[in-house]
């Protein structure tokens, strides 16, 4: 039940005012050290600032808190950003040329554990789906069966590229891709 669930679009400047909240509950998601959650902060202001930015939250009403439980955001992906060149490179000139042309990158969808299981992901998820401007949504999970991959498979999301890992890191990830 979400009934003490808001969901909210969230502009990049009230999202940049969030970055601390909102890497807090990406690293209780992932279950990343403080040293990670401070470095994710500084990629989320980072990703405010480009082009297409948008962001949906979700804030618990129990109790007055009005407090970030979940978010997604993503942009227009372009080359020279680091996540896009990385990528471009794993999923070949072909993968590239169909996916990430026109292509919107899903940077972050995470929500706090214990607010998980709710269908909160699926609100944010659908809510970013439905305004992101391209042909295409990309993005990045742990290549692992998880609760996070399911939902992207049940929102037609298919593996564009399985075992990968980024550069400094030993963790395989997938690229999955969808048409919108």
Not at 91 to 97: D, H, L, N, P, Q
Not at 122 to 133: F, Y
Request: proline share 4%; aromatic share 10%; glycine share 12%.
């Amino acid at each position: 039940m979400t009934d003490d669930i808001r969901i909210e679009r969230i502009d990049a400047a009230r999202f940049q005012a969030l970055a601390g909240e909102a890497a807090a509950v990406y690293g209780a998601a992932m279950d990343r050290p403080p040293e990670v959650v401070i470095q994710r902060r500084d990629i989320i202001l980072m990703h405010v600032t480009y082009a297409g930015f948008l962001a949906t939250g979700a804030f618990s009403l129990a109790a007055d808190a009005d407090e970030l439980v979940g978010f997604g955001y993503g942009y227009s992906g372009a080359p020279g950003q680091w996540w896009h060149d990385i990528v471009a490179h794993a999923i070949g000139r072909s993968g590239t040329k169909r996916w990430l042309r026109d292509g919107f990158e899903l940077a972050e969808l995470h929500v706090r554990p214990d607010h998980q299981g709710r269908g909160i992901g699926r609100r944010l998820l659908a809510d970013v789906l439905d305004r992101a401007n391209a042909q295409h949504v990309v993005l990045s999970t742990p290549d692992i069966e998880s609760p996070a991959r399911g939902l992207y498979r049940s929102a037609g999301f298919v593996d564009l590229c399985v075992g990968f890992t980024f550069p400094g890191s030993a963790e395989p990830y997938a690229i999955m891709g969808v048409d919108l």
